[in-house]
């Protein structure tokens, strides 16, 4: 059977009252989106061809983590996955690069594939939301499996866009469908604020994988 059509939020007082409900605000995810972007058009042509996907995400998750962890937030790395955790709200929250955010006509993709963990975190929170709970943000039990969200952003040139969004389990390495996607930003950028890179734009996203000694 096919799977129901993601709920799509971009109206702004929509957006607005969707992001309160799982603890964030645009501005902060304005925040994170162009920590990210900035971080990707800093790099330089003698950097490693994953440079600009590591750096955008280094300074996705640490923009996250400034602007949560203040407001009761916590870092979880289960599973060598990075993400903050609302335990109160019941959210967990991961930044993504994908190849395309915002767009309602497609799915986005991680530029990097998820394993085995990312699918295990994923499927571990759905039932508290997405059963007969609905897709209201909110759990009910306090100490419930959290349900991930992520914050997915995308850079072509000087367009940056961003939406945070709530996958449904998958099986594979990228995420087959959403829950709800919540469009945040799609804007285009003054290219004096910044300098491109040249290692391309579709270069390899980085993980940052943490194992104990």
Partial sequence: ??????????????????????????????????SAAAARA???PVDPSSAPGMMSYI????????????????????????????????IQLCFQNVDVACDVNK?????????????????????????????????????STPTVWVICVSVHGFSVRAEVSCP???EGSQFED???????LDESFDPTLGRKNSAGEEADDFDVHISKK
């Fill in 107 to 143: 799915i986005p993709h991680a530029i990097s594939g998820k394993g085995t963990a990312s699918r295990g975190l994923v499927a571990a929170g759905q039932g508290e939301l997405f059963g007969e709970a609905g897709i209201d943000g909110k759990v009910k039990v306090f100490g």
């Fill in 42 to 44: 800093d790099t330089l």
């Fill in 168 to 170: 449904t389990s998958f």
């Fill in 178 to 184: 959403f829950h709800q996607r919540i469009f945040v």
């Fill in 1 to 34: 059977m096919p799977s129901q059509a993601p709920l799509i939020v971009r109206a702004a007082k929509d957006v607005a009252q969707s992001l309160e409900n799982i603890g964030l605000t645009k501005d902060i995810v304005v925040e994170v989106a162009l």
């Fill in 59 to 90: 300074h996705g998750v640490r923009a996250i983590r400034l602007n949560l962890l203040t407001a009761g937030w916590r870092i979880s790395r289960q599973g060598n996955v990075e993400s903050t955790v609302n335990d109160e709200q019941g």
